[in-house]
């Protein structure tokens, strides 16, 4: 695969794996909204409740799903563990779920439910819920494994980002214990356990 850093290239690697995932995860049932790359401040991305984008003088209305210009060049299994976030959350709107309340910001326990189904490993914040999100390590095997997908080397460069542009991805992953916090770093996908608790580290951008 070429390297992934134009913006029409990026644009059709994340329509591509939104179609993967929604057959892989979803059953094929959501419908295909407009995704966007902005600026999200605060946040990796965002689904729209409503529906914004409009076609044939307003006869078909689209949701979007945004994935945030300054984090594209996360590891993949960030990206796509962000993506499957946002798919949930329009999971959970097509099916008259409530996963959110305090203005679609605070995401209850129905949501983190909803969300590990899908390979994801939720933690708890105190202004945000259940929305901390990570990649389990079958999440990540079937990123980096199953499907080979690839990093993408492009994203905005703006005080959001807090990197800079001379600055290459790392190859190399965090594992982190979700009970003491201690962390390591792999060049590859890895089932390690912390030696302290006895836990599965996860791993972490």
């Not at 407009?34 to 914004?52: E, L, R, W």
């Not at 076609?55 to 499957?84: C, D, F, L, W, Y």
Request: hydrophobic share 30%; net charge positive.
């Amino acid at each position: 695969m070429k390297k992934l850093v134009t913006y029409s290239a990026v644009s059709a690697y994340l329509e591509k794996i939104f179609r993967d995932l929604n057959e892989d995860f979803f059953g094929g049932f959501l419908e295909t909204p407009v995704i966007t790359i902005q600026s999200t401040p605060g946040a990796n991305g965002y689904f729209s409740v409503d529906s914004p984008w409009v076609q044939e003088n307003g006869k078909k209305q689209q949701h979007e799903i945004n994935i945030s210009a300054e984090t594209m060049a996360r590891p993949i299994q960030n990206v796509v563990a962000t993506m499957i976030h946002e798919m949930t959350h329009m999971y959970c709107d097509m099916c008259h779920i409530q996963d959110t309340s305090r203005g679609f910001t605070y995401h209850n326990k129905i949501f983190k439910q909803e969300a590990e189904k899908r390979g994801l490993v939720i933690s708890y914040s105190k202004r945000y819920g259940w929305s901390l999100t990570q990649p389990s390590l079958d999440l990540v095997k079937y990123v980096l494994t199953d499907k080979q997908w690839t990093d993408i080397l492009i994203y905005r460069d703006s005080p959001l980002s807090g990197k800079k542009t001379d600055k290459k991805p790392s190859s190399t992953r965090k594992y982190q214990c979700p009970c003491c916090g201690m962390s390591v770093r792999a060049t590859k996908v890895v089932n390690i356990l912390c030696g302290d608790c006895n836990e599965q580290m996860q791993v972490c951008s």
